[in-house]
């Protein structure tokens, strides 16, 4: 370990998580690995979710694709996002299945496959989103174009959830007119699915071959903090290590501005993290970290490589000490989602803002 501040993730946890999700909804798991697997490590993720049986792999974007197919990954993956055609020709050698979203620009599409290749495609359906698909009326008429293109093969049939998290007669709409795609289509493909993380926890629909969640395999809710998801195991520890302890006086202050002055005597841990580091600097003089299985505040600003906590005059605190900000110490625990309702944002925000610059341990 060069530097004492990383990241711990658990893949006990994410294997369990995994295959909850398949249970709940009864199918499959496409599992969602986007944004380097939601902070966690894509290439970690992926060997995990083969050996857990996961059906594919979901990502956002080619360079995440053909990132994962360097490092070995042999599982099917799908690319969700919108592609150039430029992008096509590489995933179609590697085997990677794209997302049509739209007629206007198919024909560019299969002009980039390479001759002797034939590209795996999903078909989105925009069911009411409203960000990217065909409409539902016109989606059996570019399914049977793409069934009629020989360089295509028409591989799977999705679309997307916008309120599953918090409006569920609304995503039940959304199934509904997805429903009638999957009827009226001439010819079913392999794979249908819809239901994303918050889909599988709180919604059915059993007319579909697989599930693609994300957020619940790491162990995070989609539905925030005040609604955690029951069962699922937190995947990630952010961890360090005092490198520094200072004997406070009243009167003394911490950090940039001297935004926090001490009061009364006391003690800071400065941990060597920052908001270069993910840890969003908002949390200054809001957050909370743990040390010992107690909860100590963090005081003063957040700087780009480092964070003070502030402890009382008379903790035994050394440098080396262990600090817990993100995960579990005995019976306290502090998850990314409470750090996202400091900060006013989503856990999502937090797990996938977390830096390069922390190395992985793993258990």
Not at 84 to 98: E, F
Not at 108 to 113: C, E, F, I, N
Not at 261 to 279: E, I, S
Not at 334 to 363: K, M, N, P
Request: with cysteine; charged share 20%.
């Amino acid at each position: 370990m060069k530097r004492w501040a990383w990241l711990e993730r658990d893949a006990a946890a994410f294997t369990a998580n995994l295959q909850q999700m398949g249970a709940r909804g009864g199918r499959g798991v496409i599992a969602v690995l986007k944004a380097n697997a939601y902070g966690h490590g894509a290439t970690w993720a992926a060997r995990l979710a083969e050996r857990a049986g996961a059906v594919a792999i979901a990502v956002a974007t080619a360079d995440e694709a053909l990132a994962l197919r360097t490092h070995g990954v042999l599982l099917p993956i799908l690319v969700l996002g919108a592609l150039p055609p430029d992008a096509v020709s590489d995933l179609a050698r590697a085997d990677v299945a794209v997302t049509i979203h739209q007629a206007a620009g198919l024909s560019d599409l299969v002009s980039a496959v390479p001759a002797d290749a034939r590209l795996a495609v999903h078909l989105m359906v925009d069911t009411g989103m409203h960000r990217l698909g065909v409409s539902p009326d016109q989606a059996p008429a570019v399914a049977a174009r793409i069934e009629g293109e020989s360089r295509l093969r028409l591989e799977g049939l999705y679309t997307h959830l916008a309120t599953a998290d918090s409006d569920q007669p609304a995503a039940a709409a959304q199934l509904t007119r997805f429903r009638q795609v999957v009827t009226n289509i001439a010819k079913r493909p392999p794979m249908v699915h819809a239901l994303n993380s918050a889909g599988v926890l709180r919604l059915s629909f059993p007319e579909a071959d697989l599930v693609r969640p994300g957020i619940a395999l790491y162990g995070l809710s989609p539905f925030g903090q005040a609604h955690p998801a029951q069962g699922l195991k937190p995947v990630l520890r952010l961890l360090a290590r005092a490198v520094q302890v200072h004997r406070l006086k009243p009167g003394d202050g911490v950090g940039y501005g001297f935004s926090y002055v001490a009061a009364q005597p006391m003690q800071v841990a400065v941990l060597p993290l920052g908001y270069a580091d993910g840890y969003p600097r908002q949390l200054g003089g809001q957050a909370q970290v743990l040390w010992r299985s107690q909860r100590y505040p963090v005081v003063g600003r957040v700087s780009m490589d480092m964070l003070a906590v502030g402890l009382p005059a008379d903790c035994p605190v050394a440098v080396g000490d262990l600090f817990t900000l993100i995960g579990q110490d005995g019976r306290e625990q502090i998850f990314a989602d409470e750090l996202a309702a400091l900060a006013a944002t989503i856990g999502y925000d937090v797990v996938c803002g977390l830096s390069q610059r922390l190395e992985f341990s793993d258990r």
